[in-house]
């Protein structure tokens, strides 16, 4: 039997978060604890150590997701995949300067990224 694929959810807004939570699970993932902050995200990936983290580019607190997923990927070895509500050259040039699985706008459906992480992973 295969092993699911472990995925890290890092997104500040609930009822995105639920939904994406709720249909990757019926596709099959497996997903870690939610975190809804960067510090957060760090200490349940060191937990977890998930296959992939989906990364939301802005979140409360110190940290933004992009320096969130940079120290992430400083501690473990996974992939990072973003999503962002944001289309702009700036975001896009700092995401991009973490070489990622990728990104997706906002709103992103399950199916979609399970697709993504079949290709990659």
Known sequence: ????????????????????KMGL???????CPLATRGDTALRIAEQEKPDVVLMDVNLPG????????????????TKILFLT????????AKINALNPM???VKPVSAERIKEKLDECL
């Open 62 to 77: 110190k940290m933004n997701g992009i320096e969130t997923a940079a120290l992430i990927m400083a501690t473990i070895d």
């Open 85 to 92: 509500g944001y289309h702009d050259d700036e975001v896009i």
């Open 25 to 31: 699970e019926e596709l099959g993932l497996y997903v």
């Open 1 to 20: 039997m295969v092993k699911a694929k472990r995925v890290l959810l890092v997104e500040d807004e609930v009822i995105t978060a639920s939904s994406l």
């Open 102 to 104: 990728g990104y997706f």
